[in-house]
């Protein structure tokens, strides 16, 4: 199924080829002023539909976030002093293990959050786990020992989360961006959902 950018995409790349061929026409029949206006609506909407491709790629991975949901299962298991692995079980039904050193499970997430013009084109607050590390419960421990950290993040061409950062014309249609992080205590066997909200992530033991 297509993505809403995807589909506005699409409806301005057609709209820019038709805008392209009037003034191709109005080139043969020497309407000048027609053909810079249909060329002039040409390139617009061409940039347009470059725009919205580019937010399709760089917003491939996020998930749509209307509520509090299930981001992932966590299944912790210690593997030694200050080491670890931890199982993710993700709702699409990919899994991922991770050897982690640590006496603490870390994860943090990209969120986007949309204005409301971006709304009504069909974007609205999404999110991207982004990486899974080991956290010593010590300063000292932190500094000295062995550290670990893995992306989760999908890999694409360019990445929403950055482009916001780097490029101010995306102001006009994100809202905010920013992190969120959460770490749970890794000691002994237990398992966890990995459940976030627009407020942010939470790990919750799935023991009741």
Known sequence: MLSPPVIIAILFA?????????????????????????????????????????????????????HEELAAIVKIQPTGPKSFNARFLFPDGREATFDLAGDELYVDAHILKWKPIANLLGLHTAYELDRVA?????????????????????????????????????????????????????????EFELRISTTGLLLRSTAR
């Open 134 to 190: 080991g956290r010593y419960s010590k300063l000292q421990d932190e500094k000295a020992n062995v550290r670990t950290v893995v992306t989760i993040a999908q890999d694409k061409p360019v990445d929403m989360f950055n482009l916001r950062q780097r490029y101010s014309m995306f102001k006009l249609l994100v809202d905010a961006e920013y992190g969120s992080a959460t770490f749970i205590v890794a000691e002994k066997a237990s």
């Open 14 to 66: 057609i709209s820019s080829i038709l805008f392209l061929s009037s003034g191709i026409v109005a080139l043969k029949k020497k309407r000048l002023l027609g053909m810079a206006v249909n060329l002039t609506l040409a390139m617009l909407l061409f940039s347009l539909a470059g725009l919205f491709c580019t937010i399709a790629i760089a917003t491939q991975g996020y998930r749509a976030l209307t």
